[in-house]
């Protein structure tokens, strides 16, 4: 129970940050934003990893699974930050929620981990709830929504290269490495913002700042998620931040999803808590020869 708590607190609190990103990006460009918030998370994370005592930076980051979740972290935050200015609230948060059966599908296909078919079934389900919602025909295709696609598929290799590395760097030293990644991504897309930067008004800044916070105490929450409760059990309520993210959407942006939208995400999270609840359960023992 204490488990499922901390999943709810940390995707209750991932839904906020978005909406907060969100509500700047209209009047500063999404480039700035992300910087800023880039530096505001990294700047309490050292501090944090400092008071425990940790350097900054483990020298395990040099690793290829490490950089290789580096460089994935930097495609996820990327064209997420982008998707969460251009796209509604409500469809970036809904395609989202596919990141967990991609990275079934790539510990299947690059881990060598065990998949049956009833797990391959579930996620083609969740799949065409994708599709549903990008409504790839020509007269109803969103293009916007790709950006939502490419972030989606940068955190689940990101997550699936977390899986392999060093068991050595903690949480805070993931942390510093997450959000220095965020300043990468905000640099890069600094040069193609639609205006030039210019200084935040005290309201944006104050948001930003108040995002980095928030996004610090998801993280943290998730960490503890995961580590005081049974993965099987935790995981599935992951799935609560869509219902946040809906609310947010419908109340703060004057979004009104489609049902082709709402029948879509509830495909996505019907096969996903599946999926999670059969990696959770235990496999029988081999036969004796």
């Keep these: 129970m204490l488990g499922a708590l901390f999943m709810c607190a940390a995707m209750t609190l991932f839904a906020i940050e978005d909406a907060l990103f969100k ?12 910087l800023i918030f880039g530096l505001t998370g990294t700047a309490i994370y050292v501090l944090l990893t400092l008071r425990a005592r940790e350097p900054v930076l483990h020298p395990a980051i040099l690793r290829p699974s ?6 994935f972290e930097i495609i996820g935050r990327l064209f997420f930050a982008l998707s969460l200015a ?7 948060s809904s395609i989202l929620q596919a990141a967990p059966l991609v990275v079934t599908a790539g510990a299947a296909l690059l881990l060598g981990e065990q998949v049956g078919p009833r797990r391959w079934i579930a996620m083609a389900v969740g799949f065409i709830g994708v599709l549903m919602i990008l409504r ?5 295709f969103r293009p916007d929504a790709l950006l939502a696609v ?42 193609f913002d639609p205006a ?3 200084l935040p008004t005290g309201t944006e800044l104050g948001r930003l700042l108040l995002t980095g916070a928030v996004g610090v105490a998801a993280y943290t929450a998730l960490t503890r998620a995961m580590r005081v409760g049974e993965v099987s059990v935790v995981a599935p309520f992951r799935y609560s931040r869509l ?3 809906l609310t947010f ?19 996505i999270v019907i096969s996903g808590v599946y999926t999670l609840l059969r990696s959770g359960k235990p496999r029988p023992p081999a036969r004796p020869e």
């Design 23 to 34: 509500s700047v990006t209209p009047a500063l460009p999404p480039g700035e934003a992300t």
């Design 66 to 71: 490490l950089m290789m979740r580096t460089v």
């Design 86 to 92: 251009y796209t509604p609230l409500a469809i970036t």
């Design 136 to 140: 790839p025909t020509p007269d109803a």
């Design 150 to 191: 490419a972030g989606m598929i940068g955190f689940a290799m990101r997550d699936l290269f977390t899986r392999a590395s060093p068991p050595a760097v903690s949480t805070n030293q993931l942390g510093v490495l997450g959000f220095a990644v965020l300043i990468v991504a905000g640099l890069i897309m600094l040069p």
């Design 196 to 198: 030039p930067p210019r």
């Design 243 to 245: 219902l946040v993210a």
């Design 249 to 267: 959407a419908f109340l703060f942006f004057g979004e009104r999803p489609d049902l082709w939208t709402l029948a879509g995400g509830l495909l």
